[in-house]
């Protein structure tokens, strides 16, 4: 009977570390915790300029301003040697027309020549 305890703790134990141990490994993304995106080092005016850019650009969809969707499109994309963007693409979009608008939006950036080709995310908030 004592055995059957000991076992049951164990597992118990065993089960509650796996739990924790997975939870501390989602919870580490880099960009989440400091919120700088390290595309915008090759950006002229850094971040700050960079979110403003897309703030300013960015036209609210019809069809998700009137069904009021709001949310985070990202979109990836290449940065070449020369500072242009290719091979954009929406990775994440929540409808209405958002990832088309956001992938619109991040296409008119433009970044210095890094001098190296990159893949890189760039965040886009839909927010009403």
Same mark, same amino acid.
């Given at each position: 009977?004592?055995?059957?305890?000991?076992? #049951?703790?164990?597992?118990?134990?065993?089960?509650?570390?796996? #739990?924790?141990?997975?939870?501390?490994?989602?919870?580490?993304?880099?960009? %989440?915790?400091?919120? *700088?995106?390290? $595309?915008?080092?090759?950006?002229?005016?850094?971040?700050?300029?960079?979110?403003?850019? /897309?703030?300013?650009?960015?036209?609210?969809? #019809?069809? %998700?301003?009137?069904?009021?969707?709001?949310?985070?499109?990202?979109?990836?994309?290449?940065?070449?040697?020369?500072?242009? /963007?290719?091979?954009? *693409? /929406?990775? *994440?979009?929540?409808?209405?027309?958002?990832?088309?608008? %956001?992938?619109? $939006?991040?296409?008119?950036?433009?970044?210095? #020549?890094?001098?190296?080709?990159?893949?890189?995310? $760039?965040? $886009?908030?839909?927010?009403?």
């Amino acid at each position: 009977m004592k055995g059957k305890h000991i076992f #049951a703790a164990a597992a118990f134990a065993f089960c509650t570390a796996g #739990a924790f141990a997975t939870q501390a490994q989602t919870t580490k993304p880099a960009t %989440a915790q400091t919120g *700088k995106l390290p $595309v915008a080092e090759h950006y002229p005016g850094g971040q700050d300029s960079l979110v403003a850019h /897309i703030q300013r650009n960015i036209q609210y969809p #019809a069809l %998700a301003k009137r069904n009021r969707m709001q949310g985070q499109c990202i979109i990836g994309f290449t940065l070449q040697e020369d500072g242009s /963007i290719t091979n954009a *693409k /929406i990775l *994440k979009e929540f409808g209405g027309g958002t990832g088309q608008e %956001a992938l619109r $939006v991040v296409q008119l950036l433009r970044f210095n #020549a890094p001098g190296y080709s990159q893949q890189y995310s $760039v965040p $886009v908030n839909f927010k009403l």
